[in-house]
């Protein structure tokens, strides 16, 4: 005989029970997580790189770096002097909780204030899958057009801060920032937006001071 | 493109319940997933069939119930389904909305023998 057995839970609620744990561990060792989500070529790695070069050792931070193969990305930010530590998913769209916990214990997170993870290339899953950081960045760079907020409305609705980057290159793509912006009013009212260029150095300074701010603020408060 | 995942979560959850109720098989599961979750049917349904296998789940029928975006604009309160790609209050045009319902990805119960 058939019985209905009443469940009703989360589908991913293991992963975000671990997300839970992986947080808690930041917030002891007092390290703020940053979540850094874009498309594959957004220029997350450079902008991080950079973000380094503006904060001028106002904030000690460490990365891990998510890709589905590889070690460009953790090679880059360890030739930058970042301590680093790279996770490769193979061929998991997304990083999740158990990925970033076996992560952030290879990383001494006594000497560091703020941890950014890069999560993979993709608009799409990441942002189903906690990992415990405190805050999610999404960075949407000029070539990949404007209209971006309309076809992943997902990726724009579940982040804390936005990134507009690659404006040096407005004169030489087709990109109406009234009508993205427009997008991204909808789908996140109010969101916290920077609009720069890692290659020039225009708006790193607003971001890197606001980013110091925010995490200082937290750090205090934790 | 993460129903892989999304898959193993279902077949765990599935099988923990069953394990607490000592059921012998499960029949199907049914589940709640919202429009604005990314997951494909056909996705699920194609994992699934390679991940249960072997297992007490195993020929288990997916019935999963699509639930329909709904929002509320903050200005006027008015509570809306968005028609197509517009997410604009319908009554006074504000752009200022909050998604309410579309967002689920639940198990909601499990028939088993």
């Given at each position: 005989?058939?019985?209905?057995?009443?469940?009703?839970?989360?589908?991913?609620?293991?992963?975000?029970?671990?997300?839970?744990?992986?947080?808690?561990?930041?917030?002891?060792?007092?390290?703020?997580?940053?979540?850094?989500?874009?498309?594959?070529?957004?220029?997350?790695?450079?902008f991080?790189?950079?973000?380094?070069?503006?904060?001028?050792?106002?904030?000690?931070?460490?990365?891990?770096?998510?890709?589905?193969?590889?070690?460009?990305?953790?090679?880059?930010?360890?030739?930058?002097?970042?301590?680093?530590?790279?996770?490769?998913?193979?061929?998991?769209?997304?990083?999740?909780?158990?990925?970033?916990?076996?992560?952030?214990?290879?990383?001494?997170?006594?000497?560091?204030?703020?941890?950014?993870?890069?999560?993979?290339?993709?608009?799409?899953?990441p942002?189903?899958?906690?990992?415990?950081?405190?805050?999610?960045?999404?960075?949407?760079?000029?070539?990949?057009?404007?209209?971006?907020?309309?076809?992943?409305?997902?990726?724009?609705?579940?982040?804390?801060?936005?990134?507009?980057?690659?404006?040096?290159?407005?004169?030489?793509?087709?990109?109406n920032?009234?009508?993205?912006?427009?997008?991204?009013?909808?789908?996140?009212p109010?969101?916290i937006?920077?609009?720069?260029?890692?290659?020039?150095?225009?708006g790193?300074?607003?971001?890197?001071?606001?980013?110091?701010?925010?995490?200082?603020?937290?750090?205090?408060?934790? | 493109?993460?129903?892989?995942?999304?898959?193993?979560?279902?077949?765990?959850?599935?099988?923990?319940?069953?394990?607490?109720?000592?059921?012998?098989?499960?029949?199907s599961?049914?589940?709640?997933?919202g429009q604005?979750?990314?997951?494909?049917?056909?996705?699920?349904?194609?994992?699934?069939?390679?991940?249960?296998?072997?297992?007490?789940?195993?020929?288990?029928?997916?019935?999963?119930?699509?639930?329909?975006?709904?929002?509320?604009?903050?200005?006027?309160?008015?509570?809306?389904?968005?028609?197509?790609?517009?997410?604009?209050?319908?009554?006074?045009?504000?752009?200022?909305?909050?998604?309410?319902?579309?967002?689920?990805?639940?198990?909601?119960?499990?028939?088993?023998?």
């Open positions: 005989m058939t019985s209905r057995i009443e469940v009703t839970e989360k589908i991913l609620s293991s992963n975000d029970e671990l997300a839970l744990i992986n947080r808690k561990y930041l917030d002891d060792a007092n390290v703020f997580g940053v979540n850094i989500m874009a498309s594959p070529g957004a220029g997350k790695t450079t991080i790189i950079k973000t380094l070069e503006s904060l001028g050792g106002r904030l000690k931070f460490g990365v891990i770096e998510g890709d589905l193969a590889s070690s460009i990305d953790s090679d880059k930010a360890k030739a930058a002097g970042i301590p680093a530590v790279q996770i490769n998913t193979g061929g998991e769209c997304h990083l999740d909780a158990v990925m970033l916990d076996g992560a952030i214990k290879s990383l001494d997170l006594s000497m560091l204030d703020l941890l950014i993870v890069e999560n993979v290339g993709n608009l799409v899953c942002i189903n899958f906690k990992i415990g950081t405190h805050m999610n960045i999404l960075v949407a760079s000029i070539p990949e057009g404007d209209d971006k907020p309309y076809k992943y409305p997902g990726a724009y609705r579940g982040v804390e801060v936005l990134i507009i980057s690659k404006i040096d290159l407005l004169p030489y793509v087709p990109f920032m009234e009508y993205f912006k427009k997008g991204v009013e909808v789908l996140n109010g969101l937006t920077f609009v720069l260029s890692a290659k020039t150095g225009e790193m300074n607003l971001w890197a001071d606001w980013l110091v701010d925010k995490v200082n603020a937290w750090r205090e408060r934790n | 493109m993460h129903e892989l995942a999304v898959s193993e979560s279902i077949l765990k959850i599935a099988l923990e319940n069953a394990e607490k109720a000592h059921a012998s098989s499960i029949k599961i049914n589940l709640e997933i604005l979750a990314s997951l494909v049917d056909e996705s699920i349904n194609f994992y699934w069939d390679i991940i249960s296998e072997g297992t007490i789940a195993q020929g288990a029928v997916l019935t999963i119930n699509r639930i329909s975006v709904e929002m509320r604009c903050f200005d006027c309160g008015k509570v809306f389904i968005p028609d197509g790609e517009s997410f604009e209050c319908p009554d006074c045009s504000s752009i200022r909305v909050q998604v309410i319902r579309g967002d689920e990805m639940r198990v909601e119960s499990i028939d088993v023998e």
